[in-house]
């Protein structure tokens, strides 16, 4: 995830002068933030090398007490994770695809959170550096996102809507060339992982690359570059959901305003909560369920006004139907079927 997250409270009835000292990260925060990248790089490193490697042959620990029914996850977690090390010491190449996955999500995200970030400097909005957030090997992406917190209100609607929006949008412009190469360099067969076949079904974008480009998307096994567009695809449409302060919620809210956004919202997620059931009973995934929980929590989580409620004008209106057009390219209703 990488939506961002505004603390309500009574704003004051002028505006709040811009205060660019305010914004400047200190030695400490710095070192925290990198010290968060730094792992997250390490973690989705991992789950490159997970995705690229052959399913390793593990055996089951042995059940035989209470112990070793308590440490039956943990120890299979480690025998795992133990095997992947191994096959990556006797493949090196293995550690090269995890690298560039980890290269190109990381791209993708902190090109995402620095569109946020910068707004949020432009405006004179105090705000953290990106949180990068890891997450255990084995998880398919190796992070759990990235996120800013925003400290001080938002002064304006524009501030809100290009806050809101520069995030999506700079990741998608960073994203683009990465979903071409994806796409050019893919080869024949799908991944098979855990016994399962997974399918990662392919988002507008794909498709209209692949048909410029004559590439064949039908059993291609995802690269690197494949899944880092993939999961950036899926983070941006996800992101663009117009709920509470996910980063569509933002644009929502500076469009229509409160009441509009309201609506709109619960709409969004009853429309999300239908296609996880029809996810699971069609495609055999139960993935969609994890966004309707996260869509739940946003729906209770109350959207803060800006202090001034000016005319959006007319060229930020063409940012939104380009926003619109950019969750069209990127969102997959049933984003895996697994056989």
């Known amino acids: 995830m990488s939506e961002h997250i505004q603390p309500v409270s009574s704003f004051p009835t002028r505006p709040v002068a811009r205060s660019i000292s305010a914004a400047d990260p200190t ?3 710095w070192i925290k933030h990198s010290s968060l990248f730094a792992l997250t790089f390490i973690t989705t490193t991992i ?16 059940l035989s007490g209470f ?17 992947l090390l191994w096959q990556v010491v006797a493949d090196p190449g293995l550690l090269k695809s995890g690298v560039t996955f980890a290269i190109a999500l990381l791209t993708i995200l902190t090109a995402h959170e620095m569109g946020h970030y ?26 759990f996102g990235a996120f800013i917190k925003m400290k001080s209100p938002i002064p304006s ?22 979903a071409v190469v994806a ?25 209209i690359i692949a048909k410029l480009t004559g590439a064949n998307l039908i059993d291609a096994s995802p690269n690197p570059f494949y899944m880092a567009a993939w999961i950036g695809l899926l983070v941006t449409s996800l992101n663009l959901m117009p709920v509470g302060q996910l980063d569509g919620g933002h644009g929502t809210f500076a469009i229509f305003g409160p009441r509009a956004h309201k609506t709109i919202g619960r709409v969004a997620f009853i429309a999300v909560a239908t296609m996880s059931l029809l996810g699971f009973f069609w495609h055999g995934s139960p993935s969609g369920f994890l966004y309707t929980v996260l869509l739940a929590v946003m729906l209770r989580v109350r959207h ?25 390219l990127s969102f997959v209703p049933f984003p895996i079927t697994i056989h």
């Open 47 to 62: 789950a490159g090398v997970v995705t690229a490697a052959p399913e390793p042959d593990v055996a089951e620990p042995a």
């Open 118 to 143: 910068l707004a949020c400097r432009h405006y004179g909005v105090r705000a953290t550096l990106p949180f990068f957030i890891p997450a255990p090997p084995l998880f398919l992406a190796g992070t």
């Open 304 to 328: 803060p006004a800006p202090i001034r409620l000016e005319p959006l004008g007319q060229a930020r209106i063409v940012v939104a139907v380009v926003t619109l057009l950019v969750f069209a």
């Open 27 to 29: 030695t400490r925060e």
């Open 67 to 83: 112990l070793s029914y308590l440490f039956y996850v943990p120890e299979y977690y480690r025998r795992i994770v133990t095997a």
């Open 157 to 178: 609607r524009r501030a809100l809507f290009d806050i809101g929006l520069a995030g999506p949008l700079a990741g998608f412009v960073v994203l683009l060339p990465i």
């Open 183 to 207: 796409v050019i360099t893919l080869q024949s067969a799908h991944t098979l992982l855990t016994g399962n076949t997974i399918v990662f079904n392919d988002p507008l974008l794909f498709q």
